[in-house]
């Protein structure tokens, strides 16, 4: 039977010879910079049911019978990411670009990779830093100062009874009217498109890769938990980077990603990677 050192050691090897890599990343890869998971035990789903919160007509019916939980619905999702710092995973996952040819394909939304440096990255959920139209029309890149102007201005509404109008108000520049029509934050709910072009460059990514880490995710929200089966059936090796779910196959690698990847990559390429 395979120890965690050999498992360690096949991956390493798989990484030195890969071609093409693609990582896949969820939630998990930014729980260590402080932005919780959604289905694990402390997870934002325990207390915010996605059957209202990560659809729009439950989002609707929220805001018009009980904006206080609005407010505190996206004070929840908005403040760890308005906050939030590339950790030791993303900043891996950056440094492997530089030995190997590598997309990452995420469903965060957090912006993260970008921030680490990694330079072709799919959000195939999209994104809290951009602003779009209704209908998906880029307005604007926010930064994490102006998002964290937001989470401010939420606070504030939370101080008294938070009123809609309050909270719409507390929303600007994220989300409502501007010269450009109604806006929103360019993020994928329940039942929605995911986002393009982003999700068709994820699946060419997926297609000509012969390496995949699967990092921190339950791999539950399809279509995008689609993609390790899609690489798997074209060829691809994964090598799966969790502590708790041993993903779709492949090599699994237990532990939390901003230990793990560090590691990893420095058995791959040596020292000089960091
Ligand atoms: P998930 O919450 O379903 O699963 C999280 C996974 O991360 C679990 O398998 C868990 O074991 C693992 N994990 C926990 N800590 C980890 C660590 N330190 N290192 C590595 N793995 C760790 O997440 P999901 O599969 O991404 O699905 C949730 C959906 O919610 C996604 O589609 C995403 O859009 C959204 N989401 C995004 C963020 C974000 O942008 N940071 C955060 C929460 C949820």
Redesign the pocket.
Known sequence: MATPADDLATAAGMLQKARRLVAF????????SG??????GT??WETFPPETFAQWDGLVHTALAHPAQLADFLLAVLEP?AVAEPNA?HRALAALERSVPTAVVT????G?HQAAGSTEVREV?GS?LEVVTLKGRLVCRLDRAELRMVVDRLRRVRVGPAKLPRILLALRGLAGPTLHGLTRPN??LFGEQLAEPDWALAQEDVLGCDVMLV???????WP??ELPHLARRNGARLIV?????PGPGGIWIR????Q?LPELLRRAFGEAMF
Do not use: K, M, W
């Open positions: 990343t969820g939630a998990g890869v930014s729980a260590e932005i919780p998971t959604f289905r694990d997870g934002l990411i995973a469903q965060n939304v957090d993260l959920h809290f993020v994928v990092v921190g995710t339950s791999a539950e929200v995008a938990a980077v969790d502590p708790g779910h532990g939390p990603a901003g793990v």
